[in-house]
């Protein structure tokens, strides 16, 4: 059973989530995936993930109208496509409980919960190349990211495969413990913690 809510019940989404809602209409009105959807898409994953609404028009600013979309079925299955076409779109993030169908004001519209991409997913962009095709999310906008943001992102992901690799015949003898000593120090400083004492052996 599909969920419903009303317009008020959309400013109090609006002000606990990142919400970005589209009309969708398409040119016959059964609606249909707005080509800037996905800047949205890769924008919220980017940052810290959102709701996107198709089927809703938002005019003016924080006043919600609910359209509806005539053919919702048609409208997720073209959105599903799309999310595993890499021509499309660097990654899919969604499972099925992220694309659902809710009832708004009696109009059935399509939410899509966007969750925060990993590092490893990052950047996350439309088409087949990251620069150009990468957007960021800032004050409810998506916004080109540019090519050393970009850059920067993929030396992360690079990073972050490194951190995660376990090196085999190592143990803690191989540590310099000065410096992890220094390295405690300076985290503390930050955040204050009690850490157990390491005795060298």
């Not at 109090?12 to 016959?28: H, I």
């Not at 028009?57 to 919600?64: C, D, H, I």
């Not at 659902?100 to 399509?110: A, C, M, W, Y």
Request: aromatic share 6%; proline share 4%; charged share 30%.
């Amino acid at each position: 059973m599909n969920e419903q809510l009303n317009s008020l019940d959309l400013a109090g989404l609006a002000e606990a989530y990142d919400l970005e809602c589209k009309a969708a209409q398409g040119r016959n009105g059964r609606g249909e995936v707005p080509e800037d959807f996905w800047k949205s898409y890769c924008a919220m994953a980017n940052a810290d993930g959102g709701i996107i609404l198709l089927g809703v028009q938002e005019k003016p600013r924080g006043v919600f109208q609910a359209l509806g979309l005539g053919d919702v079925e048609r409208v997720r299955k073209a959105l599903w496509d799309n999310l595993h076409n890499r021509k499309q779109v660097s990654v899919n993030l969604l499972s099925e409980q992220d694309i659902q169908p809710i009832e708004i004001d009696g109009k059935t519209v399509l939410r899509i919960q966007v969750p925060r991409a990993s590092r490893q997913a990052k950047p996350v962009h439309v088409g087949a190349n990251p620069l150009g095709g990468t957007y960021l999310r800032r004050y409810e906008g998506d916004y080109p990211a540019d090519d050393e943001t970009v850059r920067r992102m993929l030396a992360e992901r690079v990073e972050d495969s490194r951190d995660e690799r376990i090196l085999k015949g190592f143990d803690f003898s191989d540590l310099d413990m000065d410096t992890v000593a220094a390295y405690r120090n300076r985290f503390a400083a930050v955040k204050p913690i009690r850490f157990h004492t390491t005795h060298r052996t």
